[in-house]
Nanobody
Framework: QVQLVESGGGSVQAGGSLRLSCAAS?????????MGWFRQAPGKEREGVAA???????NYRDSVQGRFTITKDNTKNTLLLQMNSLKPEDTAMYYC????????????????WGQGTQVTVSS
């Protein structure tokens, strides 16, 4: 069974940085694997932040382009999200997700989700 465990969230001031980690386990097939980061603020819908396909292709939502970087440490089976120049509007619960097949920032296509880690950015 696929398990995803996020860590690294916290509280920072605007302009600060955080690095989120997602430890993945419970699967052996890595071809066609897409992993992504999503976030959900109170009262808002879950939205895709960044996604990474097994061939290294990445995609970012416009508002984080140039500030966030998604990478994967294949030796540790860990998905990372480096977040720089954080803004108060980045405040949300951040989730790691995985799916096999196509790769996008649409949350509906992902079957496996972590529990989330909270990121709070104060002005």
């Amino acid at each position: 069974q696929v398990q995803l465990v996020e860590s690294g969230g916290g509280s920072v001031q605007a302009g600060g940085s955080l690095r989120l980690s997602c430890a993945a386990s419970g699967y052996t097939t890595t071809s066609s694997l897409c992993m992504g980061w999503f976030r959900q603020a109170p009262g808002k819908e879950r939205e895709g932040v960044a996604a990474m396909y097994s061939d290294g292709w990445t995609n970012y939502r416009d508002s984080v382009q140039g500030r966030f970087t998604i990478t994967k440490d294949n030796t540790k089976n860990t998905l990372l999200l480096q977040m720089n120049s954080l803004k108060p509007e980045d405040t949300a619960m951040y989730y790691c997700a995985a799916r096999w097949g196509s790769c996008s920032l649409a949350a509906g296509g992902y079957k496996h989700w972590g529990q989330g880690t909270q990121v709070t950015v104060s002005s």
